[in-house]
């Protein structure tokens, strides 16, 4: 369970978004803006780290959507959101901005991050 337990983490570690394309970093980040793992807990900024989510497919078809998607996740307690992006119309000629499926997606990601959530993507495991 523990080797399982720490595996999660990894995996949320370095998924978790500090920010996205939507909105550019302004400065570097330092090693207390990750999680890392304490005395066998997740840890960020020297604080306790407890991970409530859900899988999900929650996604708006408008920005407006999604910010109240965020807020209503958020509202319910959980602070981890793992994506479901299987199964979607991806294209590379997405622009910011164009509400393509990829912008949506980036945008959603950057309104968990910026409401103080993490994103667990799972392409990544």
Known sequence: ?????????????SCALNGSAQTP??????????VQVVDGHLSVGGKRLKLWGAQSS????????IDNEVKHFRKLGFNLYRSISVGYPYSLESKRGDESFIDLMDYQFNAIAQSGGYNWIDLAN
């Open 1 to 13: 369970m523990k080797h399982l337990f720490f595996t999660v983490a990894l995996t949320v570690v």
């Open 25 to 34: 970093a302004t400065t570097e980040a330092s090693a207390s803006d990750f």
């Open 58 to 65: 929650l996604f708006g078809e408008h920005y407006a959507q």
